[in-house]
């Protein structure tokens, strides 16, 4: 634990290791059923999908969006034109 003193209080805040903090997250998710695995996967792609819906840079991501799906459109397209029949 981390400790940091309140000066006013003289007492210690106390905050777990982040280390240990992923590690049980990530044991948590473990053991989860393959099922529910992407059921927690698809709550927290929906999660910042509505983030993004109610940033007020909703606007410059959706266009970073588009500028980076339209690079990867341009680079599979000229990976089937050298490589493709």
């Not at 309140?6 to 982040?18: A, I, N, S």
């Not at 999908?49 to 007020?56: E, T």
């Not at 991501?61 to 490589?83: N, P």
């Amino acid at each position: 634990m981390n400790d940091i003193i309140v000066e006013e209080t003289g007492l210690p805040l106390r905050f777990p290791d982040p280390r240990k903090e992923m590690r049980a997250r990530a044991e948590e998710f473990r053991r989860l059923t393959p099922d529910d695995r992407w059921r927690e996967i698809v709550a927290l792609m929906a999660l910042g999908l509505n983030m993004v819906r109610n940033s007020p840079q909703r606007a410059a991501i959706e266009a970073r969006w588009a500028a980076e799906e339209s690079e990867w459109q341009q680079l599979q397209k000229k990976l089937f034109a050298e490589h493709g029949q």
